[in-house]
Each structure stands twice: as C-alpha cells, then as structure tokens.
C-alpha cells in the first residue's frame, strides 16, 4: 500500500467534489436576486473555483508522477484525455462568468443602485449551465479509466 497515492486520491477528490459544490452555488445564485451583497459573494465564490481549480490540476499532475498506476497509464490513455480535455472546456468556459462576476461586484460597490444587464445575466446563465454539462462528463471519464477503460 501506498500513503502518498492515497492522500493524493483523497485530496483530488475532495477537490474534484468541491468544485462541484462551486459550480452548483454559482448556478443557484444567478438564478435569485443579485444584490449587491450577491455579487460580492459570487466574486468571493468564483476566486475559490479558481484556487480550487489550480489546486486539482498541480494534485492531478502529481497523481501522474507519484501515483501507483504510473504515468504510462495516463499519457497513452484516450479517456484520461477525453478527461483532461473536459476540465479544460469546463475552465474555458468559466472566463466569462469570473470576468462578468467580478465587473458586475465593481459596479455595484461603486453604484448602490446597479442593476445586472439582462441579456449578460442571461450569457452568464448558459456559460454556467455548459460547465455544469460538461462538468458532469469528468467523473464518467474518471470511473472508466479506474476500470481500465482506454489503456
């Protein structure tokens, strides 16, 4: 048995379901009022998907290097990619949230009486919806390669 692949499984799932919780406050808060005290709350929620993003991919990279199944396991498997390639989509599409959050707290520290424009609440609401699919496609790629799938 190996302590070092254990912490490093534990701590990436951890991580992996913490985004998740992430993604799902996001969804949850633009679909209510977005106050002004929202806003800053969804500034101070998305900064922590960013962390926690960071976070999984430097855990990620050392499960390759020091886990048990050894880096071969990953470089020459397609679901490992299709994988990788997800959570990159899922980070790709949370620009435009991380940048409308982050604008729209500014306004409204600025201007008490700043209202979200419609139709960027709504960009925001589809950009966060793809990630939630997209998302929801990492832990099948994770169970099929646990199982050997694509080696």
């Not at 604008?103 to 979200?116: D, E, I, K, L, Y």
């Amino acid at each position: 048995m190996d302590t070092t692949d254990l912490v490093l499984a534990i701590f990436h799932h951890l991580l992996v379901l913490s985004l998740a919780g992430i993604i799902g406050a996001e969804f949850v808060l633009i679909r209510g009022d977005l106050s002004a005290a929202t806003l800053k709350r969804l500034a101070g929620i998305d900064r922590h998907y960013g962390i926690i993003a960071m976070l999984i991919i430097i855990i990620g990279i050392c499960r390759v290097i020091y886990g048990l199944k050894g880096w071969e396991f990953y470089v020459y498997n397609w679901v490992f990619w299709a994988k990788m390639a997800a959570f990159g989509i899922v980070g790709l599409l949370s620009i435009i949230p991380t940048i409308r959050f982050i604008s729209w707290n500014r306004q409204a520290s600025a201007n008490p009486g700043f209202q979200v424009p419609v139709a960027e609440l709504a960009s925001v609401k589809t950009y966060v919806r793809a990630e939630a699919f997209i998302f929801l496609l990492i832990p099948i790629f994770a169970a099929a390669m646990a199982r050997g799938y694509g080696y």
